[in-house]
């Protein structure tokens, strides 16, 4: 099982789909810096990640914090502080970062 | 060291950063610990292996020259992502190298299957 | 170094690289071989205009199995020997061989 980060922004680049197309079931995506805006509501990417299933995803709470998305996050996503990434890491046998 | 499988996965075009550059010189520094590493090319990376690469006017080395060394650092082959290719419309025959076209549930099996992933 | 006196132009990095690839002539490998105690006979001319290829072709200096693998496809493998390298260029033969082709320094020589 890998943890996939992402750290772009799905409306500046291609990186958050380049990464769901090689992201194999079991597997879960982690969004961080400007990745996160992968996960506000009501957009084609935030729209495609709660089509998914078999893929867990996350989101880094201060990054979403700072960019004043707390409360437009999908209900898809978890979000995960940075003890919570560190666990994640932990959790997975690689890390795999889309950037 | 153990004997840990690396996987490249490079998806950046060369040229307007360093990145690929750097992904290369990653695989052939790696390549001298004798590490057992595999080189996938997907996205806009595919661009990459275009054979006919000129840089002359551009005053930046070749990088497909530095390419086309991978099989005398015993990297070879180096396998390509064939959907990348295909929605660049780009030829197995324009490409050095003569890559291994993969897909990208090949991939992902390379991914599970690899002890560390360098993604550039 | 003293033995560049009469190159004052030309620059070395502090391992004796040249650092500009142009100022390499025959009299400067010359000059860099005895910086190195080794005096340059057919054999090493061989390896060295091998080496200016090897750059030519790839726009790098070879680590050693490389450049082994290289001379062997290139020389015969005969010559593409970790051994035969050694005898000519005792110590680090690719770091060394390259420093006198005029070459800039492996990026991978670790």
Redesign the interface.
Known sequence: MILHTVNKSPFESNTFLECLELCDHGSSILLIEDGIYAAKKNTPSANKIESISGIKFYALSADIEARGLDENISSAITVVDDAGFVDLVTQHQSVSSWF | MADKSILIIIRKAPYSNSIAKGAIELALASSVFEQKLSLVFTGDGVWQLLAQQQTETLGDKNHGKLLSALPLYDLEPVFVDEQALNQRSIELEDLLLQPELINSKTIKKMMADADTIFCF | MSSLSNYSTIELDKEGFLKNLNDWNKEIANILATNEGIELTEAHWEIIHLLRQFYQ????S?????LI??VSQQLGSDKGKSIYLLKLFPGSPAKIASKIAGLPKP??C?
């Open positions: 072709e790839f726009e790098l070879p680590a050693m199995r490389p693998k290289y990026d991978n670790l």
